[in-house]
């Protein structure tokens, strides 16, 4: 990889990766239906439109951003929708990411994030 590409997969992971973040859900969803109806996209028609943007002057990549984006927080957000197996399966996987997390940060001497102590998080045993 050129020094170039590794700065636009870094920006294309970074984007991705915070569009993840539930304390945004409510303005992403706003700002899909909004970019929807403003570039024409109904029911599978115009879809090519989605990654090219005239209107609001963005370039390629970040329409292209927009749409990785999305794709991703549709993703993170559809696991409650599968079997109850793999929910349940994911679910704990997600608690284990967290006390990860709360371990690192009590080794650094950090004040522990929300959920991420294992030690005085509550999870149902099933």
Known sequence: MTSEDLKTFKRRMMGTILATDM?????DVEAFKRTLQAKGINSGSNNGNLF???????TLF?????ALEYC??????????????????WT???????FYQ?????????????????????IAKS
Do not use: W
């Not at 090219?52 to 963005?58: E, P, S, V």
């Open 52 to 58: 090219l943007d005239k209107t609001n002057g963005k």
């Open 23 to 27: 304390a945004k859900h409510t303005e």
């Open 72 to 89: 991703m927080h549709c993703s993170d957000v559809s696991v409650p929708c599968r079997d109850f197996k793999i929910v349940k399966k």
């Open 102 to 122: 709360g371990d690192e940060e009590k080794a650094k001497k950090l004040p522990v994030s929300f959920l991420c102590d294992r030690e005085t998080t509550n």
């Open 92 to 98: 704990y996987l997600l608690f284990e990411e967290f």
């Open 62 to 66: 970040e329409s292209q951003q927009q």
